[in-house]
């Protein structure tokens, strides 16, 4: 049974390595690959290009072109033979090689290619989701090296926490509400089901007008309420209103912490200023039902 098994295989194997075969399957495969890294699916991409320059490969070796460029060994050892063979083999060698190196090369290129526009779209789009960089927290004195015997500094190592300027606020139960204003929830932080932080806020013009709005970690900027919008990276967005105010100016430093500064304005409350600040070293609120409230 197993050995059938394998001949059957080796005669699909066998049918996918011909030449009308492997230029239609190559073509087909390689299609899909570049349309998932450009679609954002980059890992499957990256598979489904390196099956595709297998396949080159494997049809390459086998292919009649190259059998044709194949020397045949000299049958009487003459000098001018050898020499001729020596150099139709080098030939045969250089062929034999070169083409596998540029497809893997030039699959390589098209790859990096394609992520660099992928990217690019990403990056332009009005809305979205931030993804939590690598970067540590700022320095802070309501964590410090938690060997104090503050309360406020001994944050549970599960807690989320964002950087409001010179002030930290942080939560281990969730949804968190870090800023209500006249007893309404403003900035709420909550957990995705992957772990990660996700920011719940509006930024509103000076009529009220939302800017941008985040809900549970998605984003949504209204292009025609704002200057420009930038995003460096895909962990942080920038957002100018039409005075060319900077009211916005979050990034997601890791999977627990956010940093955000800019204007928040909300009827009745003016305009509330965050700063951007290297260090924390103002107000420090967490655990409790609202870090920050204002009436």
Not at 7 to 34: D, H, M, N
Not at 231 to 247: A, F, G
Request: aromatic share 10%; proline share 5%; hydrophobic share 40%.
């Amino acid at each position: 049974m197993f050995a059938h098994l394998a001949l059957e295989l080796w005669r699909v194997v066998r049918f996918l390595l011909r030449e009308t075969s492997a230029i239609v399957g190559i073509g087909l495969l390689f299609t899909a690959g570049v349309g998932m890294i450009y679609g954002d699916d980059l890992n499957l991409g990256i598979i489904t290009l390196s099956l595709t320059a297998i396949w080159g490969t494997a049809a390459w070796l086998q292919s009649s072109e190259l059998q044709r460029r194949k020397p045949q060994p000299p049958t009487k050892s003459k000098y001018v033979k050898i020499q001729r063979y020596r150099r139709a083999r080098r030939s045969y060698l250089l062929w034999k090689f070169s083409i596998p190196l540029g497809i893997v090369v030039a699959f390589v290129l098209i790859a990096l290619f394609v992520n660099k526009k992928r990217e690019e779209r990403i990056l332009s789009q009005y809305e979205g989701f931030l993804l939590p960089d690598d970067e540590p927290d700022p320095p802070s004195f309501c964590t410090g090296d938690n060997t104090s015997t503050a309360p406020f500094a001994r944050v549970n190592p599960n807690a989320l926490k964002i950087f409001m300027g010179r002030n930290e606020a942080f939560g281990s139960h969730f949804p968190y509400v870090v800023l209500r204003v006249r007893k309404q929830d403003r900035m709420v932080i909550d957990r995705d089901q992957t772990g990660r932080i996700a920011l719940s806020v509006d930024i509103l013009d000076a009529q009220g007008k939302i800017i941008v709005s985040f809900e549970k970690g998605h984003f949504t900027v209204v292009q025609s309420n704002i200057l420009d919008m930038r995003r460096p990276d895909r962990s942080t967005l920038i957002v100018r209103d039409q005075y060319k105010n900077e009211v916005l100016d979050v990034r997601y430093l890791n999977k627990r912490s956010l940093r955000i500064s800019g204007l928040l304005r909300y009827p009745g409350a003016g305009i509330i200023p965050i700063s951007k600040t290297s260090e924390v070293n103002g107000i420090c609120a967490g655990e409790g039902d609202v870090a920050f409230d204002i009436e």
